[in-house]
């Protein structure tokens, strides 16, 4: 096979890194708030803007929230990349037999095709004046909010 995973992740898990997160007392706690708190920027700005999508608070112009809530989104992948990253390391032989894991990589990618999508196809940088997107924009929404619940779902169970 071209690609092992089971040596990726024997050699992820054996590395300093992880053995250093795993010692310390509070390393790993702290990713894991750094992690929580990126999830919080990312989904709950993505939420927001798709609540807009789907009709709710109709008087805020959608060109004004997405300036200002989708920046909060891409501040949190900056914490979550990396967060998550290092957590993986530190248990990546397990998880990476998890089934639960990869459907939340599965999950991950299909929220970035459909924000790719979204941000390509549907939301122009030219409807600033826009109060309303076409039913394509609601598709988009819903398929957001219940790809991050599942995200969030299956963060928590491969906590237990």
């Known amino acids: 096979m071209f690609f092992d ?4 992740a024997d050699w992820l898990e054996n ?3 992880a053995a250093g997160i795993r010692q310390s007392l509070w390393l790993y706690p702290a990713l894991e708030i750094v992690h929580i708190v990126g ?9 927001m ?17 997405s300036r200002h809530l989708l920046p909060w989104s891409r501040r949190g992948l900056w914490l979550i990349i990396p967060s998550g990253i290092l957590l993986f390391m530190t248990n990546a032989k397990s998880l990476s037999t998890d089934p639960t894991f990869w459907l939340k990589i599965v999950l ?10 979204f941000h390509r196809f549907i939301f122009k940088t030219d409807s600033g004046g826009q109060t309303e997107l076409s ?6 929404a819903v398929v957001s ?11 928590r169970l491969l906590a237990y």
């Open 39 to 47: 999830i919080v920027m990312l989904v709950g700005a993505a939420f």
């Open 49 to 65: 803007f798709d609540l807009r999508l789907l009709g709710f608070s109709r008087n805020l112009p959608l060109w004004g929230m």
């Open 135 to 140: 039913p394509v924009s609601k598709v988009s």
């Open 15 to 17: 590395t300093s890194w």
């Open 108 to 117: 991950i990618i299909v929220a970035a095709v459909n924000v790719f999508i």
């Open 145 to 155: 909010i219940v790809v991050w619940i599942g995200v969030i779902a299956c963060g």
């Open 5 to 8: 995973v089971a040596r990726v």
